[in-house]
């Protein structure tokens, strides 16, 4: 399980490493109560799916969430001559790239886009592993047999195939 590290700023910078998961979206939740009388806005680095449940969490509870570009942060990082490379450091950055700098807001897609996503990036990653396999097949005259073979049944066994081909024309299941 993958934590989220949090910063927030009231009067001071708070920072609050919690489980990235509904149970830690809930302790950031019941935090941000507590020491605030306003709705706030999330900052937060983009980081794939890691930072897609997060934002739909908040989003559905009517929180302005933006999104940022990790380059962004990067860039941001680097003018303010930052040296400290830490989860805790990290999460302060966006906190303060969020007070001085204005981003959209986050939409949250429809599920059928979600799926679509994951879908096109699941037959790129089984065509790389396809491709890997092939690759190395190319020298098995000059590997020990049992790892050709591997090879072989892996891309033989056509499993990666079938499932290629699932999700390229997505059947029903």
């Given at each position: 399980m993958k934590n989220l590290h949090t910063a927030f700023k009231n009067d001071k910078f708070?920072?609050?490493t919690v489980d990235n998961d509904i149970s830690g979206f809930k302790e950031i939740l019941s935090f941000l109560s507590r020491k605030s009388t306003e709705k706030s806005e999330i900052y937060l680095e983009s980081t794939g799916s890691?930072?897609?449940m997060v934002s739909d969490f908040f989003a559905d509870r009517n929180f302005e969430v933006k999104v940022v570009n990790p380059l962004k942060i990067h860039s941001f990082s680097k003018a303010k001559l930052s040296r400290n490379k830490t989860?805790?450091?990290?999460?302060k950055l966006i906190a303060e790239y969020g007070l001085k700098f204005d981003e959209p807001s986050y939409k949250?897609?429809?599920q059928n886009i979600k799926e679509l996503r994951a879908s096109y990036r699941c037959s790129l990653s089984l065509k790389k592993q396809a491709a890997e396999?092939?690759?190395?097949?190319e020298h098995k005259n000059v590997m020990p047999q049992f790892v050709a073979s591997t090879w072989e049944?892996?891309?033989g066994n056509n499993s990666m195939q079938r499932n290629f081909c699932k999700i390229r024309f997505f059947p029903k299941s």
């Open positions: 708070y920072c609050k890691y930072s897609e989860n805790k450091s990290d999460a949250k897609l429809p396999c092939k690759n190395h097949l049944t892996t891309l």
